[in-house]
């Protein structure tokens, strides 16, 4: 590697491999020089002076070059590493934004024959009509509103025609304005945007479409949308009951369908369809379906007892390839998920177009780009593992989850008792249904979950579920999880070890995966745990737990927000058993507040042309105040034989802490509190207003430094306050305690340390440096408290979620209270700024 | 190499396309719901002509005019 980059180095008009030499010309780097620079860099982009001093002294070829000549070199080979990850990301990014553009510029031709067609019929008849018409006028009139006739559903003949035309009407629903099509809102139209999306109005049922560009061949599209389980979480089961041949090479199948209910308060919904696959004369394929009236059902009487039949209108995938071997595909899907049946509160859930989209539309899209992705090799592998096992992992906890919220008859799940107080349910399954993955799971006696679902106020999904994350210890009983990971992994012995178990109560997350737009992270959770036991001290007791979360992003309207994980062993094996629980939070919106959100989201995604791409400053569900939401709370514990009272006892117990826990977090969450992590909000109380606060950072760094942080020519605290929250660099400020604790940081502060305004509180100056960093933090902290600021050379930090960052320089500073008029300038806090950090 | 220049042409390009983009978008939102007023223009015009063909017999004006005109067939389908 050093070879050919030394090569390239050479090129003409290269300015790192030049230098000034002792006369003062500029001289270059000969080969062997630049080799062996290379080399070093290869190991250590970033030596430290010492490093760079060892180097010079051990290297002959590098002899008589400057130490600062040295270090430019390094400086400069970083700077070129930087951009060109720079060239090349710009390089994606404008892929991307060029695929968006064909695709819109063919949508935009196409609407315009759409509209000119229209137009030269609409003259037409207009002028049929002012003429006098023949008397045996006898041509087929068409009857202009839909007609939905009773066709012959028992016949192969009957069922072409409905498919011909469901076909009809999927088409002019993925093409056309059958149905009264708007833009979905929060959707991103800058360069990571999936593709475009759209939401029904006003219609029978609701809808969404979606329309992208893949890079994968047609056929495979229609083979991996057809096998709905497979991306379509919410998919239960799919049967193909008959298919038959449909006249130009095409197939017609009636297929069973299955889907689990999101909340504990309403059953699941099935549906009895039709599905046409076809090709169209101009090359493109189509695979489209509705519901047929009859009672198709599944060929277990019982289980079909537990769902309510919905419907689904002419739907479909409209897949047309395109060259360069990819694809433009269409999708649509229009359902009546029957909500008049559902509790009153549940209701907006299933007549919410935004909750269909994000669910089954975006979902479709956003799988077939993870796999196109992954074929392509774009896809990081998480801990050597390949990215469709990690995917099988993601799945199957879901489908797991989703099992216990629902727990169906023919799953082997009955209720055991309700405890009627809290609305807590609780249901047992036996064990034949685990031992599908293990034999080691025969001796339990079985699987008891415990679950809920209630109505949260004023807080949103992704706020919520990121807080639950990132501090698992403000709700969860680490041992808990220890006992169920305990109970999986084998028999008695394990169990008794778990008491004398003490968890330190903080977690580390080790990344495993996650899709393309990061909606979706899965990841391994390690709870560290010591024996008590005095002979096993060194006895590892870490609980490992996969997991993943979904929906953190606060821009996707509609996004429902997970977080499940499971026990599992440290070696995860691929096929380890998996008994998850978890929490899903889903927004409620209002009909009424529908239109509205609709129009100022229209407003917003359309009228930001001036900046660079669209941010996420305005947060839909942030800023509305009455954001509804229904979360839901599944836990499963295996238990063994004849212990089943006493785990029914725990279960209820836990659940009804973990909800409280649950309640009070949401309560300090929301935006009413002061806690919320928006600049410009209150502090706790006891100090000043943040706006104050960076006043003060400003004019003592003007203070200590002689130099401005920030433009203070504009007018008010405000600007101030947002060019420090907008800053690049990280700033924090600490209070003065004997432990000195984090109270604020602007935006790149909490970026850095991967943290929120109310949680940074928790966190010590101490903690964010490892033993080395603490070191060389001893002297630069006193020279701080002695003359009032400090400079620190380049350094690490570590985040609270483990990860490394380092910095190019960091600079320290007391902050002092400046009351006007008022003498009174007490130190208030100290302020750190971290120049030029990154994630190692 | 000259990464920084060609970084900001890729830069000043991107923004183009994105602006570009976004105004496509608003483009074609305009030219759907002109599609959709036309639609439910033409689907009125439909009806009415219908009607007028319906009623043939009242005509005075000629049992053997031959102007035997039939509306195209639109209402749904187009891809």
């Known amino acids: 590697m050093a070879m050919a980059v030394a090569n390239h180095n050479e090129s003409g008009g290269d300015n790192i491999n030049r230098h000034l030499d002792s006369s003062g010309k500029y001289v270059r780097y000969t080969a062997e020089q630049v080799e062996a620079l290379e080399r070093v860099y290869s190991e250590c982009p970033k030596p430290t002076s010492l490093r760079r001093q060892q180097l010079i002294s051990e290297c002959p070829i590098l002899a008589h070059i400057e130490p600062k000549q040295i270090k430019v070199w390094f400086q400069n080979r970083r700077c070129r590493d930087k951009q060109r990850k720079e060239a090349s990301r710009l390089q994606s990014v404008n892929q991307k934004l060029s695929a968006m553009n064909k695709l819109l510029m063919e949508e935009n031709d196409r609407l315009q024959k759409q509209v000119s067609h229209l137009v030269t019929e609409n003259g037409y008849m207009k002028q049929q009509l002012t003429t006098t018409v023949g008397a045996d006028a006898s041509c087929d009139s068409v009857d202009p509103t839909p007609h939905h006739s009773l066709r012959d559903a028992n016949s192969p003949a009957g069922l072409l025609a409905i498919a011909e035309e469901t076909l009809a009407e999927f088409l002019s629903k993925a093409t056309g304005t059958a149905v009264d099509w708007v833009q979905m809102p929060g959707m991103k139209p800058g360069p990571d945007s999936v593709g475009i999306f759209a939401i029904s109005q006003k219609c029978n049922g609701v809808a969404a479409r979606a329309c992208g560009l893949v890079s994968l061949e047609p056929m495979k599209i229609v083979e991996i949308l057809k096998d709905r389980p497979s991306w379509f979480r919410d998919c239960r089961s799919l049967e193909v009951f008959t298919m038959f041949p449909a006249g130009n090479g095409g197939t017609i199948e009636l297929i069973y369908m299955q889907t689990y209910a999101p909340t504990t308060l309403a059953p699941a919904r099935d549906f009895w369809?039709?599905?046409?696959?076809?090709?169209?004369?101009?090359?493109?394929?189509?695979?489209?379906?509705?519901?047929?009236?009859?009672?198709?059902?599944?060929?277990?009487?019982?289980?079909?007892?537990?769902?309510?039949?919905?419907?689904?209108?002419?739907?479909?995938?409209?897949?047309?390839?395109?060259?360069?071997?990819?694809?433009?595909?269409?999708?649509?899907?229009?359902?009546?998920?029957?909500?008049?049946?559902?509790?009153?509160?549940?209701?907006?859930?299933?007549?919410?177009?935004?909750?269909?989209?994000?669910?089954?539309?975006?979902?479709a899209l956003r799988h077939i780009k993870q796999v196109a992705h992954e074929r392509n090799g774009e896809v990081v592998y998480g801990l050597g593992r390949q990215p469709a096992i990690l995917r099988t992992f993601s799945q199957r906890l879901s489908r797991g989850f989703n099992d216990a919220v629902n727990g169906f008859n023919d799953d082997g799940w009955s209720i055991a008792h309700c405890n009627g107080a809290e609305d807590i349910t609780v249901a047992v399954n036996s064990t034949k249904h685990l031992n599908r993955f293990s034999d080691s799971l025969s001796f339990l006696g079985g699987v008891l979950c415990a679950k809920a679902s209630m109505l949260l106020q004023n807080v949103s999904p992704a706020v919520l579920i990121r807080f639950l994350r990132e501090h698992r210890s403000?709700?969860?009983?680490?041992?808990?999880?220890?006992?169920?990971?305990?109970?999986?992994?084998?028999?008695?012995?394990?169990?008794?070890?778990?008491?004398?178990?003490?968890?330190?109560?903080?977690?580390?997350?080790?990344?495993?995966?996650?899709?393309?737009?990061?909606?979706?992270?899965?990841?391994?959770?390690?709870?560290?745990?010591?024996?008590?036991?005095?002979?096993?001290?060194?006895?590892s007791r870490d609980v490992h737990l996969l997991q993943i979360c979904t929906g953190v992003d606060e821009d996707a309207v509609g996004a429902c927000s997970e977080l499940i994980f499971a026990p599992i062993n440290e070696m995860f094996p691929d096929d380890a058993p998996l008994v998850p629980s978890g929490f899903r939070v889903i927004p409620l919106d209002s009909k009424t507040g529908d239109a509205q959100d609709l129009l100022t989201a229209n407003h917003r995604t359309l009228d930001s042309t001036s900046s660079q791409y669209v941010g996420s400053t305005t947060s839909e569900t942030g800023s509305n105040p009455s954001t509804r939401c229904i979360l839901t709370i599944a836990f499963q514990f295996p238990f063994e034989n004849n212990l089943q009272e006493n785990v029914a006892n725990m279960a209820c117990q836990y659940l009804r802490s973990v909800i409280s826990s649950v309640q009070r977090v949401a309560v300090a969450l929301s935006p009413s509190s002061g806690l919320n992590p928006v600049p410009g909000s209150k502090l706790p109380p006891g100090s000043p207003e943040a706006v104050t606060l960076a006043i003060w950072i400003s004019q003592s760094y003007r203070q200590q430094f002689g130099s401005d942080l920030l433009r203070t020519d504009s007018l008010g605290g405000d600007s101030l306050l947002r060019q420090l929250w907008d800053h690049q660099d990280a700033i924090l400020c600490c209070s003065l305690k004997p432990q000195p604790v984090f109270m604020f940081a602007n935006q790149a502060g909490l970026d850095m340390l991967e943290t929120t305004l109310v949680a940074i509180q928790d966190i010590t100056l101490e903690k964010i440096f490892d033993e080395s960093g603490r070191k060389a933090l001893c002297p630069d902290f006193a020279k701080l408290m002695q003359q009032g600021f400090a400079c620190l050379p380049s350094g690490m930090c570590v985040s609270t979620m483990g990860r490394h960052v380092s910095y190019e320089q960091a600079v320290a500073w007391k902050v002092f209270a400046n009351c006007e008029g008022n003498n009174n300038n007490g130190i208030h806090c100290l302020a750190f700024l971290f120049a030029n950090w990154s994630f190692l | 190499m000259c990464y920084k220049e060609r970084n900001q042409a890729m830069e000043r390009l991107n923004s183009k396309l994105y602006v570009e983009n976004c105004y496509i978008m608003k483009e074609n939102e305009r030219l759907r719901k002109e599609a959709e007023l036309l639609n439910q223009e033409n689907q009125q015009l439909l009806f009415q002509l219908k009607q007028k063909l319906s009623k043939p017999k009242k005509n005075p004006n000629g049992s053997n005019n031959d102007n035997n005109f039939c509306p195209s067939s639109s209402a749904s389908g187009k891809s």
């Open chain 1, 273 to 363: 369809t039709l599905r046409y696959t076809t090709s169209l004369d101009n090359g493109s394929f189509v695979v489209c379906e509705r519901s047929l009236s009859g009672s198709g059902a599944g060929p277990n009487a019982n289980s079909s007892a537990q769902f309510v039949r919905a419907e689904m209108l002419p739907s479909g995938y409209l897949i047309r390839p395109c060259d360069g071997g990819g694809s433009i595909i269409h999708i649509v899907d229009h359902i009546n998920l029957e909500g008049w049946s559902v509790p009153d509160v549940l209701r907006p859930l299933y007549e919410s177009s935004k909750v269909v989209a994000q669910r089954m539309t975006i979902a």
């Open chain 1, 474 to 539: 403000e709700w969860a009983d680490f041992n808990v999880d220890a006992y169920s990971a305990a109970t999986l992994k084998a028999g008695a012995f394990a169990y008794s070890g778990i008491r004398s178990t003490a968890f330190t109560g903080s977690q580390i997350i080790m990344p495993l995966g996650n899709t393309i737009e990061k909606e979706e992270m899965l990841e391994v959770v390690r709870l560290e745990g010591h024996s008590l036991v005095q002979e096993y001290t060194s006895l």
